[in-house]
């Protein structure tokens, strides 16, 4: 019983949300041992935890990064329950459709990372309408309406948070690169997980993951990095202008009717001007790849800058 006025207030942040509050919790404690289990964020459904990455493995990661690893495997495993309730079959079969139509695995299969598509279908992928419900969000509510472990959801809320964008590499110091953001000009040091150091003056599209709990002074780069730039006359790839991707922010900030500069960057950066908007650009710029990053050329808006582009 005095639980009840916490859970009423925890009703979740839009309408998908709460429909998955009303039924979820009859229908996932068929797989779930109990809700304790999420509370201590230690699911026991069998043929869900073969997905968690090992505690030996996870010992292998810088401290930062292996605690989003671990964060984004537990709301994978969360977000692959809830989406066969009803109330998400919408953004599952969008998640799907994406999936099939962009086979993401990383090259040469396909442009798109398994880290990069994992993280759109969780953080940015999101419902009609103007509460912007994502899996994450709806996952978050519903742990949040059992009262879970307050750390995981600060993780999960720090990962929603997030969006692809773009950033100017200013250069190294030891085991971090230094980067300051197009647009809102925010600077920022992060270890980047692929291995790939680059080079000063380079413009990376990222997801930058921030530091956690007050114990790190520095962020992550979670995707393997697209490097943005355009095939040279002697097929060496020369790093993009910073001054053009100004320009393509130029010519798209406000179309999402956003007056406020830095909001409307956010939004175009997480959610695009339409629902494979980031996909699909990384899609058809592909241009070429190592195993730690991956090259992009042209602009979403100019299909002839794109060399994949019909």
């Known amino acids: 019983m005095k639980n009840r006025p916490n859970q009423r207030q925890n009703r979740g942040r839009g309408p998908l949300a709460r429909k998955v509050i009303d039924s979820a919790r009859q229908q996932l404690q068929r797989k779930v041992t109990s809700l304790s289990d999420w509370k201590d964020g230690k699911l026991k459904s069998v043929e869900y935890q073969k997905s968690i990455v090992s505690d030996e493995k996870l010992s292998k ?16 495993v969360l977000i ?6 009803p109330a998400l079959d919408k953004l599952a079969d969008i998640y799907a459709y994406a999936s099939e139509e962009y086979m993401p695995s990383g090259p040469p299969m396909s442009p798109l990372t ?19 419900e994502t ?13 879970a472990d307050h750390g995981q959801l600060e993780v999960f809320e720090e990962m929603q948070n997030s969006y692809m964008g773009v950033y100017k590499h200013e250069g190294v110091s030891g085991e971090y690169i230094h980067f300051r953001e197009l647009v809102t000009n925010r600077e920022l ?15 990376w599209f990222a997801r930058i993951f921030p ?15 697209y490097i943005l730039g355009k095939l040279g006359s002697n097929n ?22 956003i007056e406020n500069i830095e909001d409307s960057y956010q939004s175009l950066m997480k959610y695009g001007l339409s629902k494979n908007y980031w996909n699909e650009y990384i899609f058809l710029s592909y241009r070429n790849h190592r195993d730690d990053m991956i090259l992009l050329e042209g602009f979403p808006d100019i299909q002839s800058s794109m060399p994949h582009a019909k």
């Open 114 to 132: 398994t880290s990069y598509f994992t993280c759109w279908g969780a953080f940015d992928l999101c419902s009609f309408g103007a509460k912007k």
């Open 236 to 257: 060496s790839f020369i790093s993009a202008v910073e001054n053009d991707w100004l320009s393509y922010f130029k010519r798209n900030l406000g179309k999402n009717r």
């Open 135 to 147: 899996l994450c969000t709806v996952v978050t509510d519903f742990c949040k309406y059992i009262n």
């Open 61 to 76: 990661l810088d401290p930062l990064h292996a605690l989003y690893v671990y964060s984004q495997n537990q709301l994978s």
């Open 189 to 203: 040091k992060a270890i980047c997980p692929s291995g790939y150091m680059g080079l000063e003056g380079e413009l």
């Open 211 to 225: 530091p956690l709990f007050n114990s790190f002074n520095y962020s992550v780069v979670f995707t393997t990095p």
């Open 80 to 85: 692959e329950q809830i989406s066969e309730l």
